[in-house]
Structures are given as C-alpha cells and as structure tokens.
C-alpha cells in the first residue's frame, strides 16, 4: 500500500504553492469585477477562470488534505485528525471555489436603480472568499526567515486598500458615471481617481454623482473610506515605528545614556568610550541580550542553541575533547557571555585563576605584567586560562584585549558540579590535573601558562 505524504505547513514546497495561490486569487480579485464591468465573457479572462483557476482551486483542496497544521504549538501529522480539522476549517468555501461557475449558461438578470445586472458574474465572485485565506497566509510569512513581520503587515495593508479602491471603481462604472468619448481604459483611470480621492476624503469636485443611485453609493464610499483612511494612517504609523524595533530600543538606550552622563558630568573621554561600547554592542549585536533570550526558552532549546553556537570551539579544546555529548551539552549551558573593550584587562598575572574563556569575536594579548612584552596574540576560535580549570595557581601573564572582544567564560565551580554527573569523564581530567601539575613544577620561569590555543613567541 502506497502511503501518501504529509506536507508540513511551513515546508517550501506548501510555502511555494501559497504563493501560487496568493497569485492567482490575486488575479480573480482584479479581474473578476472587471468582467462585471465590461462583460468580457468569451475572452481569456472567461477561461482562465473557469478552466485554470477550477484547477488550481481543486489541487489545493486536495492538497489540503494531506498538509499538517499547527495545534497549540505542536505540528498534527495524523491523517484523521488532519481530514477533521480541515472539514470543520476551511472546506466548504473551498469546496465552492471550485466549481466552474462561468460555465452557466444564460444570464441570470437582476433590476438594480434602473440597471440590469447580470447575476452570473456576481456569484462567481463567491471565488473571492478564499481571500479570507490571506490572513493565514500571512501569519505563515510573518514567521519565515525571509521576511521581515512588519514589511509584509505593511504590504498587506496597502494591498487592501487598493483592492477595495478598486472594488469602488468599478461600481462607479456599474452605476453609469462614465464618458462615452473616452476608452474602456480612460473610465477606468477616472473612476479609480474618484474611489481614492474620496476615501483619502480629499474630494475635488471635478467628479460628481449625477443621479440618486450615485449620490447613495458616494455616501457609503465615504463612511467606508473615513474609516479605513483613519485606520490606515494609524496602522501606517505603528508600522513603521516597529519596522525595526532594534532601532528605536538602540536610539532610546543612547538618549538615556546621554541624559545620565550630562547629569552626573562624565569626563568627555568616558562619554566617548561609552558612546564606543553601545555603538559597537548595537552593530554587532543589535543590542540583543543573549542571557535573555535563552532563559526565554525552555531547557531542550537552550542546550540545542547553545550547542550549535559553542560546539565547535568546545571541540578544539584539550581537556574537551573525546568528551561524551551529553557533557558537552551540559558545560554548553554554563558558558556566561562577557565583553571587552580595546585596552582592557581580562586577568593580571599572580591572580588567582577561577575562569577560562573562548573567543568569539575579537583578539587577545598575552602580555608580562612588568615588561609590557607580548608572548602571543589568540584570536577568534581561541581560548586560554584553561588551567584555572584543573588546579589553583596563579595567572603567570596578564591578558589584555587588542579590540572589541566577545567572550564566553566558563568558571571552575560550575565546571566540577558538571564533573559530579559524569565519573568516567571526571577521572579523565583528574589526570589531565595531575600531568598539569608536574609539567607545571619543571615549567621555565618565563613560560605562560594563560595560553590555551597558541604557544607564547621567543623572544
């Protein structure tokens, strides 16, 4: 038996038929009031409705199907309960989109102000319920990867006022406000004119209604176009105040910082390097908080991000290395991110070492306290103070950061509670400890022990 497959909603190929979709009922919302308008019936547009646009419709409830939804965060992958939810959703206006309707045969006519008014084009529009699918549509592209939230809410804010802009003009067609010594085109361009002067309530005069079905239909476009003009300029304005939330969050950060410095009289050097610092976190980090962020998740996440940003450096790492998954998921978490700025001292010589540290972004420099002399510069990827891990000695250099430098560091306290959960691995750096120790005690005077990727240089 053949088992069909299940497509994720948010798999590319459901995302590129949603674009088709989005695409063709797109073109139905244009051109079918079009076909009301000028009765082109035995022309493409009467084909492609009725042939291909039937098609599309009929492969995407059939799709429907056998595509997974999301159910309280969770994707629904079960057949049963995926033919279920779709039956109570959205299949029956599916369900009527796809009957060719433009195939009925003679017109159905309706006496409407003095005109008569075909019904048959009008119930095809039914068609145009599938464009309450757009709000879902746009919930799926707003979580994508490739699309800023706030650009498609914006795009679809302005598509909707041109469809119904649009809508309007062509009842101002229906309704006879055109002149006959201009072209199909020409009215078309004058009424669309009209529809959007009157709901930007701007209103020039230069057309008018001319008759009572006319002055009534204006004065529903008004009360229509007053609120939507209002709610377009207020959805307008949030937009784009939060197209990028970053941005404003960075821009008042600064305004704080500068309020807080001017009262409290911050020398000019200490503004400047502060000014340094946000300028830097904000064009490296957009100003993001990365302790934030995970505690946000919940703890399979955490170790799953924290394992794909730390890994790889964790791997070139001595006493790391040959470690179980299960270890190295759980030293992942207890990394704790810090930041240097150029000049800065990360640890003197003759300290007492509790921490190691992994470079993320930036370089360091193993320098002797007295003499100022560089043993050796480590640079992203790179670690050093790695014996502060195993044994209580002192730093024998200083490290000194050579620009901005993202760090992550590992304390020896959280290092031997992860010991405690793994006994084989324990015993493994007890003996990494005691061959510390021993070369330790027959290391040269001049000899660095802060190093942890690259040997100190000869001088």
């Not at 290092?415 to 120790?437: W, Y």
Request: hydrophobic share 45%; with cysteine.
């Amino acid at each position: 038996m053949i088992t069909r497959p299940v497509f994720l909603p948010d798999s590319w190929v459901r995302s590129l038929w949603d674009l088709l979709l989005f695409v063709v009922t797109l073109s139905l919302a244009i051109l079918g009031p079009l076909e009301i308008v000028y009765k082109f019936r035995q022309n493409f547009f009467f084909w492609y409705s009725a042939v291909f646009l039937s098609a599309i419709f009929l492969a995407d409830l059939v799709l429907n199907f056998h595509t997974a939804y999301y159910a309280r965060g969770e994707v629904v992958t079960d057949r049963a309960a995926i033919r279920r939810h779709y039956l109570k959703t959205w299949f029956f206006i599916d369900l009527l989109s796809v009957f060719p309707l433009e195939l009925i045969s003679g017109p159905l006519n309706l006496q409407l102000f003095g005109h008569t008014l075909d019904l048959a084009p009008v119930l095809r529009l039914l068609r145009l319920l599938r464009l309450l699918h757009l709000r879902q549509l746009v919930n799926r592209w707003s979580h994508a990867d490739f699309f800023n939230p706030s650009v498609i809410r914006l795009a679809i804010l302005l598509l909707w006022i041109l469809m119904v802009a649009h809508w309007a003009a062509c009842g101002w067609i229906v309704l006879g406000n055109v002149r006959p010594d201009y072209t199909a085109p020409e009215n078309y361009l004058r009424a669309l004119y009209w529809a959007i002067t009157t709901f930007a309530t701007i209103g020039y005069g230069d057309i008018t209604p001319l008759n009572v079905p006319q002055i009534a239909y204006t004065i529903v476009v008004e009360i229509i176009g007053v609120g939507m003009f209002g709610y377009m300029i207020g959805n307008i304005a949030s937009l784009l105040a939060n197209l990028d939330i970053a941005r404003s969050k960075y821009q008042e950060k600064i305004n704080r910082l500068n309020l807080f410095m001017e009262y409290r009289g911050i020398p000019v050097a200490l503004r400047q390097k502060l000014r340094r610092y946000y300028r830097y976190m904000w064009e490296s980090r957009r100003g993001y908080d990365e302790n934030l962020l995970l505690k946000d998740l919940p703890s399979a996440l955490q170790k799953e991000l924290a394992m794909h940003i730390h890994a790889e450096v964790l791997e070139k790492i001595p006493i790391f290395r040959g470690a179980e998954d299960g270890f190295i998921k759980e030293i992942v978490m207890k990394l704790v991110p810090a930041m240097f700025t150029p000049g800065d001292i990360i640890f003197r010589e003759g300290e007492i070492g509790h921490n190691m540290y992994f470079i993320s972004k930036g370089s360091v420099e193993i320098i002797h306290e007295h003499t100022g002399k560089v043993f050796a510069t480590i640079k992203q990827g790179g670690y050093f103070g790695e014996i502060a891990l195993l044994m209580d000695s002192p730093r024998s250099a200083t490290v000194r950061a050579v620009d901005y430098c993202d760090l992550y560091t590992l304390d020896k306290d959280s290092f031997q509670v992860v010991l405690m959960h793994f006994p084989q691995f324990a015993k493994q750096v007890q003996q990494m400890a005691k061959n510390r120790i021993k070369s330790w005690k027959h290391r040269p005077k001049n000899h660095s022990h802060a190093i942890g990727k690259k040997k100190p240089k000869r001088g």
